[in-house]
């Protein structure tokens, strides 16, 4: 190593007065054409000892100029001014350059607050304890890069506007067991978006772990042959940047595991995290064999290959791979060399020719040559050259195998020459020019609910001589990429940014598919799997039209550019990963859940079948108590207790009765809920009894009783300074006591009115009344049809049979979905309905998002949250019916249980939300994280009714026709009623529904009235076209 020391008469600013100027150099890695001159660097002593303790042989990023992660130096630390550092800095020099620099240079001053690798002070304490969470713990060698990690964090912190991390180590938190623990083993660099994103989604969950001794593994308590991870020490991130150094006692059981403490991911410098990883039982991002899978170019490009995708035609010498590479020639040939490497320089001299032959055909100029494997990223080794230059490819290749690993290969591959800029009136002054080339990245998340999304595009443009990356290019928006290259045209720019999008998502939706039919052993954990990555492709120009080539894909390593990118653009804030740290939120709660044992309450008809097998997808544990004793689903749950409790003016007895058998049979419960509407104010009961979280009893009678609903919320004292009156969500109501009370309602209300049943649910006994002869007809035969619940299971007479009477509404009818944890809303969903069936006001179509605007959305969703608070409905999942009128909604009933019918299917194919999962989760304790997330587009559907549609049950040829339509993604199918029969009475249900999702309203209706008509839905007496005249866009 050649150490340069500075002229003593080197002109320091004023503000390095006190400074020492230093210039250190490892002349052995200086460029040809950059000179010692070119390089100054103002340092002090102690950092430049640090330097030079690391040798030309060690993999500190401060000698590797090849070493791509420069921002973990971005604050080269001072370890002399840290009592606690136990770094080498400290010690003695050893070798003569060291103390040659000691005897020369005169130190002005101690304090070093001056950053070697910024230039920039460092305005942060150093004063941290970073040490082992246990005093006397061996510090690994690795550890001797912990301080830059800290101090890169602080600077991106610093400069990015965040406040500094607080460090409260010394005060052990303590946090329930059943809180989510999101680990990062990384330097901040890799993952500095996931960290903030983290921080604002799940505050003080996403933890930074720059040591493996702030961890600790033991036996896995749910999985035989695993071990769970535990944090015992960490970097806690908040809203708004906010970070807090952290010990726990006792240490949190960790929830989702991202690794970056990998060969791959530091260049080398350390791989201690393959050991934190092994035989883990929680989900993980990435794990060391799934990286190796899809960092692998050539094994990503047969599936981009597959998928009909654009990509260099390419030949490939794989070396010594246990990968089966499928041969898809012409476009890829895949060449074996075994470990010996036999006869390697003829089957290169070969194949190089043979594909240099048929690129020359195609008029191809230029050959890249590039090796592929988990050290080869960011364009290490690229080469490129001329196709003549035969005898030079092939000396490349040959070189390659020298320094490549068993399982890496050797890529030959076209050229992609990037657009041209395009001549036009429009382009700016910054516009492209011949010597330009562009390169685009995009960016892949998988969602909570096993879909891809590509979050973002950006771009940059350098010079042709190099590789185009994020260290050769300012990022920037693909609009403005092209608007320099001189495309301006609208419809262009967005069918472009389309193809991209659906060839990134294409990309990941393989890599998804091909991982689901692996097992644990070949995907490398558990429940490791592959949720994020980043695509790099070239802008090229195919038969005049803008086309994406694919060129790789990199694993999970590959957000940096996210922060950067969105640092520069910070309207654009995270939403590179928003989705990704859903995904950690949402996996990290199904662990949580798994295990836990719920005491179920009614198992209800055939429209609640879908709870039993998605709890036991879920690893819930579900204990069922049922009036029933051969209810369908005893065979389908855990336990299966019979009790008769449908006379429900007894459920005070009843909860105390199947209380006392759960403390007899010492049967542990973690929750319990119903989602049976009848059972409500028994559920409340029980979770009392049992000091689980649930609903105030008082809370779900009157959610129960609809004139003790409206009565309650009458009755609100006060005005609240940010939420409107509770009587302006409330109409005129009367409980129907006896035929007294219809004599007495001609004298104080104007008819029409509706009359229903006070414990009803669905549109059962819902009935118009324009007079009182006509309301007192209607109320003795809906009281002498309806008396008990043998009459009509699930309609509330297990409650009573008593009716009441209200205000008929006029508006548009709308449902909001709502769901609340200690009182708090934690996520809401808007849906409308169509105008009702006739005289039955039984449900005809719905949709979902709501049509109705921002504004009249809001309102909905406020009226239900409050209403659900004033009522006592304070955890779970509730159903609110409203009418939307001029003065704003009204309400029709509150639903003390999750929304029927088909309110769970459509908000998980809409929003990717399963709010049944999440209804169990509150029943638990465990705060549901819902994010706010845009609809993936419009669903309508329709209901089928007993007396028009039960062919679709029973006609050969139209069940054929509705199971094609299912298969072909064109319909979704919601079976509630397997029979679909009318009732005694003449009372008819929906049985079914059928809905279409399409990207906007007007395509979703027509699709609708088309699949309506194919399936003979649509009737004289049934137009579906009327039931839809609500669903335009408002």
């Known amino acids: 190593m050649d150490v340069k020391v500075a002229d003593a008469n080197y002109e320091r600013p004023p503000e390095l007065e006190g400074k020492v100027a230093v210039k250190v150099v490892y002349e052995s890695y200086l460029p040809e054409n950059l000179s010692f001159s070119m390089l100054p660097t103002v340092v002090s002593i102690e950092s430049a000892l640090c330097e030079m303790k690391l040798s030309p042989d060690d993999n500190s990023n401060a000698d590797d100029p090849d070493d791509n992660s420069n921002a973990d130096d971005a604050n080269d630390n001072s370890n002399a001014d840290d009592p606690d550092d136990n770094s080498n800095a400290d010690e003695a020099p050893e070798n003569k350059d060291e103390r040659q620099l000691l005897n020369t240079i005169q130190i002005a001053s101690t304090p070093e607050r001056y950053s070697t690798w910024t230039g920039s002070y460092k305005e942060w304490s150093t004063n941290v304890n970073l040490g082992p969470f246990r005093e006397g713990m061996q510090i690994p060698p690795e550890d001797k890069y912990i301080m830059k990690y800290y101090e890169s964090l602080q600077y991106m912190l610093y400069e990015t506007g965040y406040p500094e991390t607080v460090d409260r180590a010394s005060q052990p938190r303590t946090v329930s067991k059943d809180d989510i623990t999101i680990c990062m083993l990384s330097s901040p660099v890799e993952c500095m978006s996931t960290l903030t994103e983290g921080g604002n989604q799940c505050p003080g969950n996403m933890l930074l772990v720059l040591s493996t001794t702030w961890l600790s593994k033991k036996k896995s308590e749910t999985k035989e042959g695993f071990y769970s991870l535990y944090v015992h020490k960490a970097i806690a991130f908040g809203v708004n940047g906010q970070s807090f150094l952290e010990t726990y006692d006792p240490p949190r059981r960790v929830t989702y595991f991202v690794n970056f403490f990998t060969r791959a991911c530091t260049n080398g410098q350390r791989h201690d995290g393959k050991e934190v990883e092994a035989y883990l039982d929680c989900p993980m991002s990435s794990s060391l064999k ?150 685009l990245r995009s960016t892949v998340c998988r969602r909570n609910d096993d879909t891809p999304l590509t979050t973002n595009i950006n771009c940059g443009i350098a010079f042709v001589e190099e590789p185009v990356t994020e260290t050769t290019a300012i990022l920037q928006p693909l609009r403005t990429t092209l608007i320099a290259y001189g495309v301006t045209d609208d419809d262009e720019i967005d069918r472009f940014e389309k193809d991209v999008k659906e060839a990134s998502t294409a990309i990941l939706d393989s890599i998804m598919s091909y991982e689901s039919d692996l097992d644990t052993s070949e995907r490398g954990g558990l429940l490791a799997q592959t949720d994020i990555i980043g695509i790099d492709f070239v802008i090229a120009n195919r038969n005049g039209v803008l086309t994406p080539v694919c060129i790789e894909v990199n694993s999970h390593d590959c957000t940096i550019n996210c922060h950067t990118f969105e640092t520069f653009y910070p309207k654009l804030k995270e939403k590179t990963v928003g989705p990704y740290v859903e995904t950690m939120i949402a996996r990290s709660v199904n662990v949580l859940m798994v295990g836990k044992i719920v005491l179920v309450v009614g198992g209800g008809d055939y429209s609640k079948h879908f709870i039993w097998p998605a709890a036991e997808e879920m690893g819930i544990k579900v204990v069922l108590v049922e009036s029933d004793p051969n209810h369908f689903s005893k065979d389908d749950v855990d336990e299966f207790i019979p009790f008769d409790f449908s006379d429900h003016t007894q459920d005070d007895q009843h909860a105390i009765n199947i209380f006392n058998y759960i403390r007899k049979n010492t049967i542990k419960l973690d929750g319990c809920l119903t989602f049976w509407e009848d059972c409500v104010p028994l559920v409340a009961r029980l979770c009392h009894l049992l000091n689980l979280p649930g609903s105030t009893e008082k809370g779900a009678l009157s959610a129960k009783s609809k004139s003790d609903t409206l009565a309650v919320l009458n009755k609100v004292p006060g005005s609240s300074p940010h939420w409107p009156l509770m009587n302006l969500y409330t109409s005129w109501f009367l409980p129907l006591r006896s035929q007294a009370d219809i004599k007495n309602i001609q004298k104080v209300r104007k008819f029409p009115l509706i009359m229903k049943l006070e414990y009803g649910s669905r549109a059962v006994g819902v009935t118009l009344v324009r007079n009182a002869t006509e309301m007192e007809e209607k109320y003795n035969d809906i009281r002498s049809i309806l008396q008990k619940p043998e009459d009509y299971s699930g309609i509330g007479l297990g409650h009573g049979n008593t009716l009441m009477v209200m205000e008929y509404l006029m508006g548009t009818e709308h449902n909001v979905d709502i769901i609340l944890h200690e009182r708090r809303m934690a996520g809401a969903f808007v849906s409308d309905n169509g105008p009702t069936r006739g005289k039955t006001f039984t449900e005809t179509a719905a949709c979902m998002p709501s049509v109705l605007s921002y504004d009249k959305q809001r309102q909905l969703i406020i009226a239900a949250y409050q209403c659900c608070l004033e009522l006592g409905l304070k955890n779970g999942a509730f159903n609110v019916e409203f009418k939307m009128e001029a003065t704003g909604p009204k309400l029709i009933e509150v639903n003390g249980r999750m929304g029927g019918f088909y309110h769970r299917d459509w908000i998980r194919k809409v929003y990717g939300i399963d709010v049944l999962m999440t209804a169990f989760e509150i029943a638990c304790g465990i705060k549901p994280y819902i994010p706010d997330r845009p609809p993936k587009g419009q669903m309508m559907g329709i209901m089928c009714i007993p007396s028009l549609h039960s062919h679709i049950l029973q006609d050969p040829y139209y069940i054929s026709k509705r199971m094609d339509l299912e298969a072909a993604g064109k319909i979704h199918f919601n079976l509630f009623d397997q029979h679909a029969e009318v009732r005694a009475g003449g009372f008819e249900e929906p049985f079914a529904n059928v809905a279409v999702i399409a990207e906007d309203l007007p395509t979703a209706r027509q699709n609708l009235v088309a699949i309506a008509k194919d399936l003979n839905i649509d009737h004289p007496d049934y137009n579906v076209d009327s039931f839809l005249e609500d669903f335009w866009s408002i």
């Open 290 to 439: 799934l990286t190796k899978l899809v960092d692998d170019k050539l094994w990503t490009r047969s599936i981009v290959s597959e998928l009909g995708l654009v990509f260099p035609e390419t030949v490939a010498f794989a070396y010594s791979s246990d990968i089966v590479y499928p041969q898809q020639e012409p476009d890829i040939r895949v060449v074996h060399i075994d470990e010996k490497k036999t006869n390697l320089e003829d089957i290169v001299y070969i194949e190089v020719n043979k594909f240099l032959d048929r690129c020359f055909k195609k008029e191809v100029k230029m050959i890249v040559v590039k090796p592929s494997g988990i050290m080869w990223h960011a364009s290490n080794g690229v080469t490129y050259h001329w196709i003549h230059n035969r005898e030079e490819i092939i000396q490349v290749i040959l070189e390659f195998f020298t320094l490549i690993d068993p399982g890496d290969a050797v890529l030959v591959e076209t050229f992609i020459e990037t657009i041209k800029p395009v001549k036009t009136s429009k382009v700016p002054r910054w516009r492209c020019t011949e010597s330009c080339a562009v390169h």
